[in-house]
């Protein structure tokens, strides 16, 4: 499989079963409004099943998470941030789930794990949040926010390309909200 990620779509299930996606990354004929209109129209409460991602040639991944994916910059895979929510007790085991201090993890087109990012801030740790990012050569970058748990807020982004799991080798940037 040599396709690259060209959209981020996430799959949602209603109180009644009927299902519903919607498209995180990757299309932006609809506004946000608009895009979540069929999650909006399930009925409640709604749970998020699945992350998908689709190819440059049409075809479809379904990863075994949960949570919101992000396009990596040369779109070989996806770069995904693992809440600390509680998990329901229904929430399925099939579920890759990584916890604190390294939760975050880059996965392949082909929706294999790449690997586990080595949290910079150690073993009290905790990734935040993914940033988007302009980088100085003018490409759009990712990265995320790492910091002591026991912090309050944090403003040390590190970019992430899919090449490393070790980010301790890096200046973070400094990116405040």
Same mark, same amino acid.
């Given at each position: 499989?040599?396709?690259?990620?060209?959209?981020?779509?996430?799959?949602?299930?209603?109180?009644?079963?009927?299902?519903?996606?919607?498209?995180?990354?990757?299309?932006?004929?609809?506004?946000? #409004?608009?895009?979540?209109?069929?999650?909006?129209?399930?009925?409640?409460?709604? #749970?998020?099943? =699945?992350?998908?991602?689709?190819?440059?040639?049409?075809?479809?991944?379904?990863?075994? #998470?949960?949570?919101?994916?992000?396009?990596?910059?040369?779109?070989?895979?996806?770069?995904?941030?693992?809440?600390?929510?509680? =998990?329901?007790?229904?929430?399925?085991?099939?579920?890759?789930?990584?916890?604190?201090?390294?939760?975050?993890?880059?996965?392949?087109?082909?929706?294999?794990?790449?690997?586990?990012?080595?949290?910079?801030?150690?073993?009290?740790?905790?990734? =935040?949040?993914?940033?988007?990012?302009?980088?100085?050569?003018?490409?759009?970058?990712?990265?995320?926010?790492?910091?002591?748990?026991?912090?309050?807020?944090?403003?040390?982004?590190?970019?992430?390309?899919?090449?490393?799991?070790?980010?301790?080798?890096?200046?973070?940037?400094?990116?405040?909200?």
């Amino acid at each position: 499989m040599n396709g690259l990620v060209s959209k981020v779509i996430g799959l949602w299930q209603g109180a009644d079963g009927q299902l519903a996606e919607v498209v995180y990354e990757g299309d932006d004929s609809q506004g946000g #409004i608009e895009r979540w209109r069929a999650v909006d129209s399930l009925k409640a409460p709604c #749970i998020r099943l =699945r992350t998908r991602i689709e190819l440059n040639d049409g075809r479809r991944v379904t990863l075994a #998470i949960d949570e919101i994916a992000h396009i990596l910059p040369d779109r070989t895979g996806v770069l995904v941030l693992f809440s600390n929510r509680r =998990r329901p007790l229904d929430a399925s085991d099939d579920l890759v789930h990584f916890a604190l201090p390294d939760n975050a993890a880059v996965f392949n087109a082909d929706g294999s794990l790449r690997f586990r990012l080595k949290n910079p801030a150690g073993k009290d740790g905790d990734f =935040r949040a993914v940033v988007s990012l302009s980088l100085a050569d003018g490409t759009r970058g990712v990265g995320v926010r790492a910091c002591p748990k026991d912090w309050p807020s944090c403003e040390d982004v590190y970019v992430v390309d899919g090449s490393t799991d070790d980010l301790s080798r890096q200046i973070p940037r400094w990116v405040r909200d």
